[in-house]
């Protein structure tokens, strides 16, 4: 294959359930100039067997282990690796909800000439916690990108060019990483844009399960505390990682 157009990096830790499911999407992609890195901290489930069994069908797979500190951190070994014009940094619980969907994206970063983009979370379930707060987040951050934009951490599409001149993602920061890498981009002066479509599933199996006052005090604290105070450096609620900590749904 000749240099690809994206490198798709996708961090995990014990995601034996939803990595397959966001891998067969991205096989099933009728754009074909990709790559995927799969940066695993070391699972204790099934993920390394399974994502093994499906590199036979992706050619352009390669599942890496390696003991990180962070998402950021794996994200970042992922992207120095990469051979892409643009990285797309995927969460192993996202399924992508269009055949077409790379191709779209790759028609909104020509016909918009953009730097930097994401698209709106879709929740897998019909489950009210998760759709009331991944649709209260879509549009705050539509609401929000000509003056304060932000990238959600399930789906961030970067020109790599403009990812190595910000050093990547700061491995400094325990929560908001998304949020920070974006606000540099922007103050860089990166042409950003937030998409409803193509369609993305997001698991909201966090939100589901630590419920709608939980769900609401962490998002606004951390909120809060990154616009007036600035990233978040030390931990200021807990914030576990993982598919062993959060079971999914039924769909």
């Known amino acids: 294959m000749n240099k690809p157009f994206f490198t798709i990096v996708i961090p995990s830790l014990n995601e034996e359930i939803n990595l397959p499911i966001l891998l067969e999407s991205i096989k099933n992609q009728s754009f074909k100039e990709y790559e995927v890195i799969v940066v695993d901290c070391f699972s204790k489930d099934s993920t390394k067997e399974k994502v093994e069994k499906l590199m036979e069908k992706m ?23 990469s051979k892409g014009e643009y990285l797309v940094f995927f969460d192993a619980d996202v399924e992508i909800g269009e055949l077409d969907f790379l191709n779209k994206i790759m028609e909104h970063i020509k016909e918009n000439q953009l730097d930097m983009l994401t698209v709106w979370n879709r929740p897998k379930t019909k489950n009210i916690v998760g759709r009331l707060t991944l649709n209260i987040m879509n549009l705050c951050m539509s609401a929000m990108q000509k003056f304060k934009p932000a990238a959600n951490g399930p789906c ?5 060019e403009l990812f190595s001149k910000l050093k990547g993602f700061d491995e400094t920061i325990v929560f908001g990483e998304d949020f920070e890498i974006t606000q540099r981009a922007w103050k860089m002066g990166a ?15 966090r939100f589901e399960q630590e419920g709608i006052p939980t769900t609401v005090y962490k998002t606004v604290r951390s909120l809060l505390h ?4 600035g990233p978040i450096r030390k931990p200021i609620f807990e914030y576990k990682m993982g598919g062993h900590v959060f079971k999914e749904t039924k769909k």
């Open 59 to 81: 050619p352009p797979l390669q599942f890496l282990q390696r003991k990180t500190k962070n998402v950021s951190q794996a994200r970042n070994i992922g992207a120095s690796l």
């Open 156 to 160: 961030i599409i970067i020109k790599k």
């Open 191 to 205: 042409k950003f844009k937030v998409f409803p479509k193509p369609i993305l599933y997001v698991s909201a199996r």
């Open 226 to 229: 990154q616009l007036f105070i």
